[in-house]
């Protein structure tokens, strides 16, 4: 019931070695071996780290050169619609990375079709999947993974966390130590809280007891397709089914919902 499985359609998901065949939460405590030892590639010094980008860059084909000259159409990278010509020619999967956006440290992966936007801090460990936005003001704080066609948005403060294809937190959101699942979207400032005010590992609870996660710190596991409204929160330590709504202005309870529940508040 509480297994990678029975959350996520895992097809089409890049990184299979590194979900857990047990329960979900396990996934994230192997995510900082994985990404420690992940076969970054090397930019060498044509991306300059620690400091604003000083001009905006296009990485085509594992080469990483400045876009002065060529013609940039900066539209909706989720979709396929960033696109970058030279002389005529679309370079076809390449990936834009804005003049002021920041990358910290060099364990950096970054797919096709990206699209970081100006303002945006990324450290690394980071991997960011193929046709991914991450946008203005996004923070980036490390052991960050992303499918294909993810949203990191406006504000939006993530650490060590999970996106599985076509997952979005488009605005002022706050992410640790979470999973989001195919398809998930969070409305403007969810928030998944990942740690208790009386410590300890955080515990699971289910309709037939409570499962110690061994976690110190744990936030949402949100299953496939889960949806979000404004201003919602989550306890540390919740899981959500597939298709799960939690409603504007709502704090999910911790532990385990299950599939289409709908989370309202009193």
Known sequence: ?????????????????????????????????????????????????????????????????????????????????LTVHRDGEILLGASVLMAGAILSGEQLAIGTGVFIEAGALIKSPAIIGDCTEIRQ????????????????????????????????????????????????????????????????????????GIISSGLKKLGAIMADEVQTGCNSVTNPGTLLGRKTMLMPNTTAPSGYHPPNSLIKGK
């Open 1 to 81: 019931m509480l297994t990678t499985a029975a959350f996520f359609d895992l097809s089409d998901f890049n990184h299979p070695t590194l979900l857990s065949q047990g329960p979900v939460w396990e996934t994230l405590k192997g995510l900082k071996s994985y990404m420690d030892t992940y076969a970054y590639p090397s930019f060498g010094t044509s991306l300059p780290l620690d400091q604003p980008l000083p001009e905006t860059l296009v990485l085509y084909n594992g080469e990483l050169f400045p876009a002065k000259g060529l013609t940039l159409k900066l539209a909706d990278a989720t979709k396929g619609k």
């Open 137 to 208: 003001g996004a923070y980036l704080r490390g052991y960050c993974l992303t499918g294909k066609r993810c949203v990191i948005g406006h504000v939006t403060e993530v650490k060590h966390s999970i996106f599985f294809n076509d997952a979005k937190a488009g605005h002022f959101a706050y992410l640790g130590d979470s999973i989001l699942g195919n398809a998930v979207n969070l409305g403007a400032g969810t928030k998944l809280a990942n740690l208790r005010f009386t410590g300890g590992a955080v515990p699971i609870r289910t309709s037939t």
